[in-house]
Structures are given as structure tokens and as C-alpha cells.
């Protein structure tokens, strides 16, 4: 059985989105195992583009901790993802255009 998940110490401030720009990594997408909290980087189909697959961030996971865009394969540092495609947005933004999280 699971453990359910922890309650938040605080709200993060900013959140990973995913952009149009996702390619799924072609099925090895590096961003979730550089991502320290389990199952909040899935790989979903892209509706845009069925035959490929995108990452999907869940927002109530996320702890705005930036490492999915920071380092690359074998500790290499990027300027972000291979393929530009993870925004860091501010939580208020997210908010505004998406609705309030329940925190």
C-alpha cells in the first residue's frame, strides 16, 4: 500500500509547466529522474501528437525546486531542458490562468 503523501510545509513559489516544446525525452525524458519528488514529472501522451509521448507536471507535487531544468545527463549543468520546453512559473501566475491550487 502507498503512503499517502506529506502536507506541505509551505507553498513553493514557483512551479514547473511544460511547453509545446516537450518531446518525451524519445521515451527517456531526463527531467524525471532528475526530479526529487516521486510520480510529480509523468509521461502522458501528447494529444497534440499522439505517436509521442510529453511530461505532464503534477502542480500539487511540484516544489518549485528547479532541477528538472538545471542539470543535464551525468551531472552536466544546461541552461534547462535539452529542448527548452519547462517553464518555471511564479505560483500567482500559474494561479491566475489555471485557478487556485488547494494547498
Partial sequence: MAKPAKKRKRKPKKLAAINECCTGCAGSPVCQDLCPVNDCMIYIVNEAAPSFNRIWVDPLKCIGCNKCTSKGIDGMYNDGCPWNAIDMV??????????????
Avoid: A, T, V
Fill in 90 to 103: 511564479e505560483l500567482k501566475d500559474w494561479e491566475e490562468s489555471r485557478g487556485p491550487l488547494p494547498f
